[in-house]
């Protein structure tokens, strides 16, 4: 079945290291999304992607960076990790075709659980 | 800002009776409303949706309804089992849209 997949699936990690996160999907969708969740918070959006040359800012972007290698791949990074940067990160895609109607479902990857100390 | 509002952020229910979840959305441009749910340890996954030409949709157990003038939405769970027990997160977005935004969660716990 189609999926979208994230590696590493848990991640510890100590104040001041680079990390990348890492995402893949085989749906075939142009959009992609890097979300963070923590308690309480819901999902909010990092940064989100249309195709290879675009990337967009999400409403906390701050201390992340991105990188669209590819339509299947999409990586986040922590330049400088952070202890309050600890939380759950999800990748999604969705698509806007004849099959979506022109609405915007999401499909999330497994989640990277990621905690710096 | 955009903005969704969800409450209650945690509802406990007796197996078999309802439970509803209430949302509002700020950004009058929103015509699609997606609900997700999230078991423990799992991805959300979308489980009913709404769009803004229709007032109510129903899909066995589950319900939701939008009433646009209020920019309001509730999910409602009928005769809930053990298994629903699950966070749940509302979320808005409109045709074309590129964001969704996404309500805080309900934590919703069905005791047998």
């Known amino acids: 079945d189609a999926d979208v997949t994230q590696t590493p699936r848990n991640r510890i990690t100590k104040t001041g290291k680079r990390i990348m996160l890492e995402c893949s999907q085989t749906k075939g969708h142009d959009r992609m999304y890097w979300y963070r969740q923590d308690p309480g918070l819901g999902l909010r959006l990092i940064y989100y992607?249309?195709?290879?040359?675009?990337?967009n800012k999400g409403e906390i972007s701050d201390g992340y960076s991105v990188s669209r290698q590819a339509q299947a791949k999409f990586s986040l990074s922590l330049e400088s990790a952070i202890p309050n940067q600890t939380a759950l990160y999800f990748c999604?895609?969705?698509?806007?075709?004849?099959?979506?109607?022109?609405?915007?479902?999401?499909?999330f990857g497994p989640g990277t659980r990621l905690t710096v100390l | 800002g955009e903005n969704v509002e969800q409450h209650p952020s945690t509802l406990s229910v007796q197996e078999g009776d309802s439970a509803v979840i209430k949302c509002t959305y700020s950004d009058s441009a929103s015509n699609y409303f997606p609900w997700y749910k999230q078991e423990l340890g799992k991805r959300p996954q979308l489980i009913i949706d709404?769009?803004?030409?229709?007032g109510e949709k129903k899909d066995q157990r589950i319900a939701v309804t939008l009433n646009k003038t209020a920019k309001h939405f509730s999910l409602h769970i009928t005769e809930t089992q053990p298994e629903d027990s699950a966070v749940y997160f509302c979320?808005?977005?409109?045709?074309?849209?590129?964001?969704?935004?996404f309500g805080a969660g309900t934590r919703l716990f069905v005791k047998a």
């Open positions: 999604a895609t969705s698509v806007l075709g004849a099959d979506s109607g022109g609405y915007n479902e999401q499909f």
């Open positions: 992607s249309f195709d290879v040359k675009d990337i």
């Open positions: 709404i769009r803004s030409n229709v």
């Open positions: 979320a808005a977005s409109h045709t074309g849209g590129f964001k969704t935004i």
